[in-house]
């Protein structure tokens, strides 16, 4: 995929053309981000503009046709290109992401087109126990429709932002091999949230609870969930384990819930202990 990238930024019309025709193919949109997010980050936003455009007027057709997942992507991971490249602090993007995402459920963007009461009574026929549970919770005074419009949000807009970051890193990781090679590897290894990262964070889940914006506290945790993954790479790295561990941390994560929690705690501990720097003077590093 190096000589991919290497290609587009030959030339503004290579990445603009791959971008178009990327975003334009269903399930290729991943591309047209990751393509935009390169090189946002290497000559800023406004240079990117053609590109960026490429990669969300497609996805804004895509829009139209009821699938919003294209379009977002590209927004996110263009505003996220934006801040790294200006803070060069991974944190940071994941943050402003993060926000973004939980302002687009609050908006109510990935709501179904047509609602969810047509999903909702087709679950309650195929399925006794499903129908028995919605039952009771429309008894104790839940809107079972508005709950299912939050549900489908909240999945939708997780599943955008992880999408969106993975587009990101794809980005990065190609910059990083055009003109600074190892340098996506130490940025990613060394990725961790600051106290006063984690303290914001803590309180804009608190604040959006207490309002009834439940959007952020649907995604809050992606960031630390990245600085967990982080963890994990830099100390596999630091310990030059065979890269199998990592295949089989992959797994692990995304098979069992157990271990989406062990990350959790792995970044929340980290940002406080520092893990890898431990280690490293540990190692005499």
């Not at 939980?102 to 969810?116: N, Q």
């Amino acid at each position: 995929m190096l000589a991919f990238a290497r290609w587009l930024m030959q030339r503004p019309s290579y990445a603009v053309g791959a971008t178009l025709l990327a975003s334009l193919i269903p399930w290729l949109f991943w591309l047209g981000a990751a393509i935009a997010a390169l090189v946002t980050l290497r000559k800023g936003a406004a240079a990117a503009l053609p590109v960026i455009l490429a990669a969300a007027i497609p996805a804004g057709w895509w829009w139209t046709q009821g699938d919003v997942v294209p379009l977002a992507s590209v927004l996110l991971a263009t505003l996220m290109g934006v801040v790294l490249r200006e803070r060069m602090r991974w944190s940071e993007a994941l943050l402003a992401g993060t926000l973004a995402c939980a302002a687009m459920i609050e908006l109510g963007i990935f709501r179904p087109p047509g609602g969810t009461e047509a999903m909702l009574a087709q679950l309650r026929q195929s399925s006794a126990e499903f129908d028995r549970m919605v039952t009771e919770l429309g008894r104790t005074g839940y809107d079972t429709t508005l709950l299912a419009d939050l549900v489908v949000s909240g999945v939708t807009g997780l599943v955008i932002l992880l999408l969106a970051v993975a587009c990101l890193a794809i980005g990065r990781s190609w910059q990083a091999g055009l003109y600074n090679p190892g340098g996506f590897r130490r940025e990613f290894h060394a990725l961790r949230l600051a106290p006063r990262e984690l303290a914001l964070l803590a309180g804009l889940g608190a604040i959006s609870m207490l309002f009834g914006m439940a959007g952020f506290a649907l995604v809050g945790w992606v960031p630390l969930l990245i600085a967990g993954v982080a963890l994990v790479h830099g100390i596999i790295g630091l310990k030059e384990m065979n890269g199998l561990w990592l295949g089989a941390f992959y797994l692990l994560l995304i098979t069992t819930w157990p271990m989406i929690l062990i990350v959790l705690l792995s970044g929340l501990i980290d940002s406080f202990a520092n893990v890898r720097a431990r280690l490293a003077r540990s190692n005499g590093q």
